[in-house]
């Protein structure tokens, strides 16, 4: 017996957008296991293995594919997280505002409309505990490798902003940083805009001015890395492609 997909129906679709447009547009939400696709009548319902990808969906009632602003829209409401809290961390555990940097960062077209309500949803759910986990992780298990026990990447930039009187012995440390992070939230959080990154990720106090500010720092992750797609979860993984960072199928 098939698994229970979680659907968003989708209308308003432009002439030019194909069932790949759709695909590419909506994975970002989450893996998608199916799309139902009527090119006449310009609509579709695409079927998410998550509700959580699909509540992340509605969000982008309003959205502009090829031109044209989606209808996006459920016959249901769905909750935001699974009742199976052993799967590893996935594209649909990210906070929303980060899914919508994601968007921006890609070209596509949100307004901040869509951005605040993005920021509403990470302000009603929290931030997703298993995606804090694996950020924490992150911070705390690359510092060790880089800095020393019970050491982490977004402190040592704060103890490094704070105090610039070491400086060669920072530049020695940042470059061990730099030679273990592989992916974008690692490097990011070692940048001089690592307490920003960290509080964007792990806090729900955003404003719309602080998404486009990600999609920034996002997109030129992208261009500066060479981009490769690894099968995970179903999802682009990021080796330079900001659409979902590393291995651990975020």
């Known amino acids: 017996m098939a698994a229970p997909t979680h659907a968003v129906h989708v ?10 447009h759709l695909h590419d547009f909506f994975e970002f939400c989450g893996k998608i296991t199916s799309i139902d696709f009527n090119a006449d ?33 459920s016959d249901v409401t769905y909750p935001d997280e699974d009742e199976n809290h052993e799967d590893p961390v996935s594209q649909s555990d990210k906070p929303r505002a980060a899914v919508a940097a994601e968007y921006l960062a890609k070209g596509y077209t949100l307004s901040d409309q869509i951005l605040q309500r993005a920021i509403d949803l990470d302000n009603k759910q929290g931030i997703s505990k298993r ?3 694996y ?36 530049v020695d440390e940042q470059r061990g940083i730099t030679k273990t992070a592989h992916d974008y939230y690692t490097k990011a959080l070692a940048s001089p805009m690592g307490k920003k990154v960290y509080d964007f990720y792990t806090t729900t106090s955003k404003q719309a001015l602080d998404i486009h500010e990600e999609a920034k720092r996002l997109h030129a992750a992208n261009k500066a890395t060479p ?22 199928g975020v």
């Not at 309003?62 to 996006?72: E, F, I, R």
């Open 41 to 73: 009548a310009k609509s579709a319902t695409v079927h998410f293995e998550k509700p959580s990808a699909a509540k992340t969906a509605l969000m982008l009632n309003g959205g502009t594919l090829d031109g044209s602003a989606l209808t996006v829209t």
């Open 11 to 20: 209308a308003n679709i432009a002439p030019t957008t194909n069932q790949q």
């Open 227 to 248: 981009a490769t797609t690894t099968e995970t979860s179903g999802e682009k993984v990021q080796g330079g492609d900001p659409a979902a960072p590393p291995a651990a």
């Open 131 to 133: 995606f804090l986990s």
């Open 135 to 170: 950020f924490h992780s992150i911070d705390s298990s690359i510092g060790s490798k880089a800095l020393g026990p019970d050491k982490t990447i977004s402190g040592k930039v704060q103890e490094t902003l704070q105090a610039a009187t070491q400086q060669a012995k920072t």
